[in-house]
């Protein structure tokens, strides 16, 4: 089994700071983390990888400080790791941060399954995994909660909906993306450690990509942040008058002008 | 204080750490309240290769000594102090193995330790043999096919849970102590059997049991080194082991001082925090002053045994001792901070301070410790005209 864990590096903490030039996250002089959820994918990766032998690639595209949270999945497991760094990426949103992406799975075929965390914490969107595979043109399963069985070519899967669980099945290859249920992602080991301290990380940028500079970074995103705003906190209280009687019409009636009722 | 810890050994004290606070942290009380042993837990320690660091290379270990070691267990211990010893105790039992072992029998039993699939332990305590541990009773009698081991160990920890135990029993009971021997028993040997497991103050996710043998016969090929040396061979591992013990207290104690400053700061009385009354910050400076004392001596003493020094039981007694009673008064000072909230079984401290005690006690009483220190000093003095 060929596995490619996609991850980003997120502010680790709830300070999350808005460039009001650009309106994208401001990155610099902040701790980073993986992802929480891509912590799950890789640790699911790895584990796939331990029941079905093969290799687990990590990829992520961001600053040239990225690679310290590849070391960090190899730490955790991963075998090898690709950075996806370049000028010309910045400011993607998450379609064109898909295509590099995808256009790295490309790269490294061939691959037999693409494991993303189901949202990361600071965008928020759980759009880039879905995105992948419509440009993969492969199949997608979202909210994997288990891993069924992989069997020649196909993979089963449960995943979490509303009102329980669905069972899915699906050929390889295929994206999915997996939610906190999946696994109690390990520790890192200290050979893993050493491992990921001497591992050599390739640097692939937009030409080695093979990837068409109008649909990498801002030039390559569809979508523009206008406005980041925290939303105006109102409450308003008011006291009814009258009997019990009186007031109860008077609230329902409010209600249902409200349209709440 | 900066101790120059190589980069390794700060890798290796940061994923303790990491593990210790993500891992126990949120079920320590749970363990000490069921007072079970904390074999999820053991799983991660094995997991994120802890205890390949004691063994060497070879035989699958990291090769790390004694430092190493104890860096670990002063992490666990800083969060739990039943859990540290579970760990340590796997070291102990194969010490003596590690030491006087052959190839083969390294070979054999090692790599099983370091993966972490199988814990180790280390029996010489007897009812008779406590302090005076010479005055062992179970027999190791040559037979053909190896050695029939018969009698009773007492307060063995890990006791149950371990496959390995290593244990001092006389293969010539006429000789007293010159007749003991160090034999690999693996657990599961017909005739081996575990007896009570042991409800105790504190460090309570640990397990304490008695070992019972009845015509446990073990192979000839189990023996450890020359028959007849178990004896100094057990006196031996624990003047080794000891710094190990001190670093359980050490963490101990810094993990009580931590959540007393943590209390201090928050706890308002007299429209104050109470870290701000002079009576407090003079027990709290204290408690750090004892903390970081013993930290520099168990680390001191380590090192030493980490250089290949012949003779270390004055230094890592004195580790012991001192790191243990700094510990006991560190934990019983941090309760008082804490109040009547510190002496609640919801708040960690009480925990601390039961855990504690146990530090005075084995692997050599403290008394007994002293008592070790001032004979050298007489037989120093004595060499001196």
Known sequence: ?261 | LEYFLTEEQKTIKGLARKLAEERILPIRAELDEKEEFPWAIMKDIADSDLFRVFVPEEYEGLGGGCLDLCLVVEELSRICSGVAVSYAASALGCMTLMEYGTDEQKKKFLPDIASGKKLGAFAITEATAGSDASNIKTTAEKVEGGYLLNGTKQFITNGGEAEIYTVIALTDKTKGARGASAIIVEKGTPGFTFGKKEKKIGIRASATSELVFRNCLVPEENLLGKPGLGFIQAMRLFDRSRPGIGSQAVGLAQGALEVAVDYAQERVQFNQPIISIGVVQSMLAEMAIQVEAARALVYAAARMVDSGAKNVTEESAMSKVFASDAAMKVTTDAVQICGGTGYMRDFPVEKMMRDAKILQIYEGTNQILRNAIAVNLRKRKARTP
């Open chain 1, 1 to 261: 089994m060929n596995i490619i864990v996609c991850l980003k590096q997120v502010p680790g903490t709830t300070e999350v700071k808005i460039d009001p030039q650009t309106n994208t996250l401001v990155r610099q002089g902040i701790k980073n983390i993986i992802n929480p959820f891509d912590a799950y994918a890789i640790e699911e990766g790895v584990r796939i990888r331990e029941q079905h032998g093969g290799k687990v690639t990590v990829v992520t595209m961001g600053p040239p400080q990225a690679e310290e949270a590849l070391r960090e999945a190899i730490s955790l497991g991963a075998d090898e790791a690709v950075l996806l760094c370049d000028g010309a990426f910045a400011g993607a949103d998450t379609w064109a941060t898909a295509y590099a992406l995808s256009q790295a799975a490309v790269k490294l075929e061939p691959y037999d399954i693409i494991i993303c965390g189901r949202q990361t914490i600071d965008g928020d969107t759980g759009q880039v995994g879905p995105e992948m595979a419509e440009m993969l043109e492969i199949p997608f399963i979202a909210y994997v909660s288990k891993i069924e069985e992989i069997t020649d070519g196909t993979l089963r899967v449960r995943r979490m909906v509303e009102e329980g669980h669905e069972i899915l099945e699906t050929t390889l290859p295929a994206v999915i993306t997996v939610s906190k249920e999946i696994n109690l992602p390990r520790l890192p080991s200290l050979r893993g450690i050493t491992k990921s301290k001497s591992a050599v990380i390739p640097t692939w940028n937009a030409e080695e990509l093979g990837a068409e500079k109008d649909k990498v970074g801002l030039s390559g995103s569809s979508t523009k942040v206008i406005k980041v705003f925290f939303p105006q906190r109102i409450s308003e209280s008011e006291m009814l008058e009258g009997d019990c009687e009186t007031q109860a019409d008077t609230l329902i009636s409010r209600l249902k002008d409200a349209s709440l009722i």
